[in-house]
């Protein structure tokens, strides 16, 4: 009794990577229970995570996760990779000094099981980067805070700035995932670590000039492209970043908004709101320096009861202002992502408000805000929304469609020259 994974039997691959697992040699007709379980270490937390589904051997004796339906399970239509994004948290206990590694691969458990009894299991390795082909360096000074993921070959390649959303700190998820796809990339901090502010306001995009001149002093870094890549809020960032400077050549905004909206500060009392983005000692326009204080007081109501009031309160700031990012004005190219079912904001309805041949668009149905790297559990609560199946869907296509961007942008600079 085997698990096969029939590309070549290999259970180590990159996050963002398929697998194609099957298991043979069953019983035909009979049922079989096919079990996932990883266990992960973050700062604060130990958590277990699970996900499961059954199936009915087919007439050859074997069950292929690429093309078998389960009959019950924690997803529930065929998907080679069901079981990855829709695991649930079945465990959760206090951190009490395991390390945390924030880039450690993801180890999986994959077990088969009839009757309730074992019948195999393997171990499987997902990682964030080739760890023979990539390299890394902590970035801090410069103006700088961030890492750098580079190629150990010292090939010149192109480079992208990769931005994180509301969270803060670095996406080194995402900057260390793309470089399988042939990217050098800097995930740079603009805000919650030290030296940076440490919220998002008022954050100066001096930043982003700072990260180009570094990235162009680097010998592997092709200087006539630069690249930019931003989650959420931070699309909001790569768009401005692609106005203000001539240096980047295409910007991708997933979850994000084509609307400049104000700094986040917990609705506050204030009459005024705070920019997000200052460039030379300027705010950029943003919606909105008018503090609607009612919306606010309601919204802050609604978060301290537990519910979700974000969508609510952007729809107001938009409403006092349509501060619209000028990316119709440029020449560049962007990618634009998003779930037509966001949570946090409306994110297709803001990106919308542009409109260019150069600018492409991708908007999901029934996809909410966690759209973003392949295969990772998804939640889809009433903070992100969409559903699980369909932000699956989406987070692979538009990864796809993300590196097919990038990488035609590439060409096409390296055609002009």
Known sequence: MTIIHEKNNSWISMIAEPLHLSFYPLQSGKRYKVELIRHSVTKNKLIKRISYAQ??????GKIDLATAKPYEGTYTETDAMGLFWSMQIEEQTENKGEPYIRLNPHEYE???YRNNICLDKK?????WYKDE???????????????YYYHRDHKVR????VVSGSEGGTNDFAASALTAYGFNTLALAYFGEEGLNDRLVEVPLELIENAIIWLTNRRDAHP???GIHGTSRGGELALWSAVLFDEITAAVSLNG?????AGIVPWSEERTLPPAWNFRGQALPYASKENPVEVASYCRARWMKGGNPLSYWYDCLYELNKAIIPI???????????????????SSVFHDVCTHENIQKHFYEAAGHEIGIPYLPIVANGFTGGTKAQTAKASVHSWEETIDFLRRSFAKKLGDE
């Open 55 to 60: 199936f009915i051997a087919d007439e050859h």
């Open 110 to 112: 994959i077990a088969l």
């Open 123 to 127: 171990i499987i390795m997902k990682k």
């Open 133 to 147: 082909k990539v390299d890394s360096i902590p970035i801090n000074g410069d103006g700088l805070i961030g890492r």
């Open 158 to 161: 192109p480079s992208l700035i």
């Open 224 to 226: 006539n492209w630069i």
């Open 257 to 261: 908004s084509a609307v400049s909206f």
């Open 328 to 346: 119709e004005e440029t020449k560049k190219e962007f990618l634009l992502i998003s779930g037509k079912e966001d949570a946090n904001f409306r």
